[in-house]
């Protein structure tokens, strides 16, 4: 997961020294030297956003799977005296579960 976030840093680091030129011209031309290697680029960006969406896919399964689990509870009640419970609720309390929900 390093190389993720050196990968951007590196993007986010570089994008102030080619936003920077001596010449404020106007645009600069499509075959100047700041384009090539732009499709590579592109490319490159495209392929490590893929990377990181099959990483997080199954983590994101597992957190609404989760979640899910939670209908079974009431909310946390703080006592007076500090202490946190959480009731588990009774099977005439439970609702079933809706087909039309939003799947995560």
Do not use: W
Request: hydrophobic share 40%; with cysteine.
């Amino acid at each position: 997961m390093r190389h993720v976030f050196l990968a951007l840093t590196l993007c986010f680091a570089a994008a102030p020294a080619l936003s920077q030129s001596a010449e404020p011209e106007g645009p600069p031309a499509p075959d100047a030297p700041l384009f090539e290697g732009l499709d590579e680029l592109t490319e490159g960006m495209r392929k490590l956003l893929e990377g990181i969406q099959d990483d997080v896919a199954p983590l994101m399964e597992d957190l609404g799977d989760q979640l899910r689990g939670l209908s079974a509870y009431h909310p946390p009640e703080v006592l007076p005296n500090g202490d946190i419970i959480i009731r588990r609720k009774s099977p005439a309390e439970m609702t079933p579960e809706d087909d039309s929900a939003i799947d995560i």
